[in-house]
């Protein structure tokens, strides 16, 4: 009876340690293009650290992941990124090669209040973002729109056509 329990213990042990790396492996593969380094900006505004209780807050160090999604039809890529806390006009968008590169600051917003900062765990500065593209676009035929944090990017494909499927053979 012991021995059943122990190896029941054991097997629940194995199947939680498999999930949680299974997990942690899919969210470093998903975050590793998302995560952003946001710079000191030139009108980010962040509080000094003495301003601030949170023993992890940097004001030069900030990150954020500016999660993304990338989709493709016929005649267009559609490229969503979350970026909120922004106006529209605070961003720079360019298609450099085969990539498209988003650029822009963050700008902290103070409480008029005269109390203290306990926690800031949003990223504050300049940021610029790179979404590698999996065809050419033509960037004078394509748009952008920023609603609800979410900036879209419509890029139009220099050559029409369904997206490519790329079969790998197993040796």
């Known amino acids: 009876m012991r021995l059943e329990r122990l190896e029941g213990i054991k097997e629940g042990f194995n199947s939680l340690w498999e999930s949680v790396a299974d997990g942690w492996q899919r969210m470093r593969q998903s975050a590793a293009g998302a995560l952003t380094k946001f710079k000191p900006g030139e009108h980010a505004d962040v509080p ?10 940097l004001p030069t160090h900030g990150w954020s992941m500016l999660g ?3 989709f493709e039809d016929e005649r267009r ?10 106006d529209k006009d605070e961003f720079d968008i360019e298609v450099l090669q085969d990539a498209l ?13 005269e109390g203290r900062y306990r926690m800031l765990q949003c990223a504050y ?3 610029r973002r790179v979404v590698p ?8 035929a394509s748009n952008a729109s920023y609603k609800d944090g979410v900036l879209k990017i419509e890029l139009a494909k220099a050559t ?7 079969t790998i053979k197993v040796n």
């Open 133 to 140: 593209l999996p065809v050419p676009v033509l960037a004078d």
């Open 48 to 57: 000094a650290k003495r301003q601030v209780d949170d023993e992890f807050y």
């Open 160 to 166: 029409r056509g369904k997206p490519k499927v790329q």
């Open 68 to 70: 993304g999604d990338l």
């Open 101 to 113: 590169v988003v650029s822009g600051e963050k700008r902290f917003e103070r409480e008029s209040s």
């Open 125 to 127: 500065g300049s940021f």
């Open 77 to 86: 890529l559609v490229v969503r990124l979350e970026v909120p806390g922004m």
